[in-house]
């Protein structure tokens, strides 16, 4: 009788250090997810960075000298304006569409999130089978 005792206890004690080792291993995959996850994120954000960075230089100086050129076609179009006038115009016009632009761009920013959705989502998905059984 004492050794059914002893010999269930071993198999109980077995029975949990497995638990415990494919709980580790698990934890151990998790996290290994969300590295990988963030990684990818990362390289995506630096890879994309430079070409729009520049062509962040080229477009502005496209633009400066499309408003110099727009300006001097008003004060050409129309002769009793001053050039002041016709560069003043020009700069508003192109003040809205940056400010239109600017908050077109921070409304995309704002729904982007900031964590690792598929590993979390199977994180979620663990626990909840952990807690089941």
Known sequence: MAT??????????TLISGIVQDARELFVEQ????????????????????????????????????????????????PEMPLWAAFGLTGGALAIVATILVLWGISI???????????????KENLQWKTKS
């Open 4 to 13: 059914e005792v002893e010999s269930n206890g071993e198999a109980v004690t």
């Open 109 to 123: 920013l704002e729904k982007i999130h900031g964590t690792p959705d598929t590993a979390l989502k199977a994180l």
């Open 31 to 78: 996290m290994t997810l969300f590295q990988v996850e963030i990684k990818n994120d990362i390289r995506r954000a630096v890879t994309g960075l430079a070409p729009l960075l520049v062509g962040a230089g080229v477009s502005f100086i496209s633009i400066i000298l499309l408003a110099i050129g727009a300006a001097l076609l008003l004060a050409w179009a129309v």
